[in-house]
């Protein structure tokens, strides 16, 4: 799974991005800190994936990840080339989905790009910028299109009237969200018209029919609640559908350099629950509509694994290795909970615990599997 990390210059990108991956990402109180993309990982804590480990004790645990692309902060006019980061709007193209985080804290030593600090603008901003973006990704393919017409009319007629329905659309100033594939079908249309035009979105790799996160990024002190810059993005999310996670990312980078258990003492202090790294991670995977499996490598390894909901048990085999796909045989299952319950594999087995599985079986969130296969 790969999140994009969008957001004006010094809106507190790359705090989040080190925050989140510990992978010291340069940070700095000027526009344009972030010249190159910076990439980095995640982990998401599982308290399942953590009782596993304590019970069999493995020589490794991996848990599941999320990678995490940082870009260049975006500024009015970025798809005509101001500032940096129309360069880099492509290193996006390919995530899973958008993180938008918007600055909500006050700063005299970090000047906000514009005069005043308003994140329903902002937001407006990055998403005028994302779909004029866009508009240059259709209006090529429909120029190539409609070259292509002039040999077979018939053959291109269907997508030439998608790709001219989506330059309306973002000509409006719309975003494209309708037809992502993560979106149900388009409303008035049959469902093969609506895929057709959710694959089409998703062949150009379009920014704003992505499925996106807003980031509220607030100062420690406005902590847990937010303030009322927070209150905002909350009503934008709500508006448009997607969920909005608050948090500081200053104080998360500053919490990542602590001691685990200081830095859950000091987070309970602050009325946080969970960090708001953890919080964005979880939201992400609920976002994408992913759960998680587990696997057993004897005593060696213990490993999660994120797949789509409705994954069958063949691909989720594939996950692990495409030999296991490819010679998939059956999967032998347990609930997590159950396998912690019984102690051990074996116990498990004895008590007619485990499950065997064929081909058709759909992967359920928190199962242990053993996957049989022949090469």
Not at 135 to 157: I, Q
Request: proline share 6%.
């Amino acid at each position: 799974m790969e999140i994009g990390i969008v957001g004006l210059p010094n809106a507190g990108k790359s705090t989040l991005f080190n925050a989140l991956t510990r992978a010291g990402a340069v940070v700095a109180s000027y526009p344009f800190t972030t010249i190159d993309p910076n990439i980095g990982v995640a982990a998401l804590e599982d308290p399942r994936l953590a009782a596993l480990a304590a019970l069999i004790k493995p020589e490794e645990v991996v848990p599941a990840t999320v990678t995490f692309v940082d870009i260049a902060g975006l500024v009015r006019g970025a798809h005509r080339g101001e500032g940096l980061g129309n360069q880099f709007l492509g290193h996006i193209r390919n995530v899973d989905a958008i993180v938008m985080v918007l600055r909500c804290f006050e700063d005299p030593d970090v000047p906000h790009v514009a005069p005043t600090l308003d994140p329903a603008a902002d937001l407006a901003t990055l998403d005028t910028e994302l779909a004029l973006a866009d508009l240059v990704t259709v209006e090529r393919r429909l120029e190539k299109e409609r070259s292509a017409a002039k040999a077979n009319p018939k053959a291109h007629a269907e997508t030439i009237r998608h790709l001219e329905a989506l330059r309306e659309r973002l000509n409006r100033g719309e975003r494209a969200v309708d037809l992502s594939p993560y979106a149900p079908p388009l409303i008035g249309e049959g469902q093969g018209e609506g895929a057709a035009a959710r694959a089409l979105a998703q062949e150009l790799n379009l920014l704003t029919a992505k499925p996106r996160l807003l980031v509220a990024n607030v100062s420690e002190r406005d902590l847990p609640g937010g303030g009322p810059y927070a209150e905002v993005v909350r009503r934008l999310a709500a508006a448009e559908g997607s969920e909005a996670i608050v948090l500081s990312a200053q104080t998360e980078m500053e919490l990542a350099e602590w001691d685990p258990a200081e830095a859950a003492a000091y987070r309970e202090a602050l009325g946080l629950k969970v960090s708001g790294l953890q919080a964005l991670v979880a939201a992400s995977y609920r976002l994408l509509d992913l759960i998680t499996f587990f696997t057993v490598a004897g005593e060696r390894v213990v490993r999660a694994w994120p797949i789509k909901r409705g994954t069958l048990a063949p691909q989720a085999a594939g996950k692990v290795h495409s030999d296991m796909e490819r010679g998939f045989i059956r999967a032998e299952v347990i609930p997590v909970e159950a396998l912690l319950a019984a102690g051990s594999w074996a116990a498990a087995r004895e008590h007619g615990l485990i499950r065997v599985e064929g081909r058709t079986y759909v992967v359920q969130d928190g199962d242990v599997i053993l996957f049989r296969f022949q090469v």
